[in-house]
């Protein structure tokens, strides 16, 4: 069979997700397959998959000319494109790969040898049903994710991860994360995230004091997984630690603001999906346009409490 490389995405959470759906290939082609993968992304997908793959470098004019030469010397028949930049795209045509797959968007069906319509990128399903249709294979619903075991670390065993952040802007982070430390007082709570959500980690901290563990900016995407992997479950905006908590198997609350689940819900029977139905939600907006951000506001940390103790009891 041919070779094939695979394009993964740059958000830490659209990976993950595309990875549920590569991992799946039939053996026949996962032994033909390589992934090209995003710099910041290779330590933590080495972790995750055995399958090769070479670091999508591209940091300055140099750097992107000697990933094209690596990708150049691997001889590939075909290049799956989950990523719908015009930039991959034209990175596709010039590593000379002659068979080039992806979404007709961003102007590139011109550069595609095998375009698929730019409707596919469709709202309404979750977005795996998308890559799903890029890499020509059969569709696996999220739910049927069965988890990735990662060794975990033993110091947090047991505890309660807290992931308060979301890069995306304000219109996903769910605000009561400290007033739900308040109500789960009796558990250890470790926080989790960049330098950003250590402010919220402070509060976090005087809400139940001696009780949490601040490791916000202290890890890698790779002892993230670790500590996740031993943690009684995960209550995470909805963010790329929220997809990685669901994709190693931990029980995971997915709190969702401006954002959809039904797009972009965790993966995993033991996740659930928290959102508050609102007129205008969701809107992918970073930013409340109506600054009521209620969507949110309407969900309280009674009911994240309670749903925490349903995925565990599960």
Known sequence: MNSSLILLPNWIGDMLLALSMVTRLAENRRSNTTLLVPEQMVGLVTMLSDLPRIAFVRS???????????????????????????????FAVKTGVPVRRGLSKEMRRFLLTDPLSGNLRNK???????????????????EEWNGIMVKPDKTYSGSIVYCPGAAYGPAKKWPYFPELA?????????????????????????MAPGKSTDLTGKTSLSEAAAIMSGARAVV???SGLMHLAAYIGTPVIG???????????PLGKRSIAMHFAEPCAPCFDRVCRYQHYRCFKNMTPDAVAQAIEDVCRE
């Open 236 to 238: 995470s905006n909805d």
């Open 255 to 265: 709190l969702f603001g401006s954002t959809s689940p039904v797009w972009t819900r």
């Open 124 to 142: 309404s399903h979750h977005i795996t049903r998308e890559y799903a249709e890029i890499l020509d294979m059969p569709y696996s619903p999220p």
């Open 60 to 90: 300055d004019a140099e750097a992107r000319k000697h990933t094209m030469k690596v990708v150049q010397s691997g001889r590939f028949h075909t290049i799956y494109l989950l990523p719908f930049s015009f930039s991959s795209a034209w």
């Open 182 to 206: 308040k109500i789960q007082e009796c558990n250890n709570i470790v926080v989790l995230g960049t330098h950003e959500d250590r402010e919220t980690a402070q509060e976090i901290s005087r």
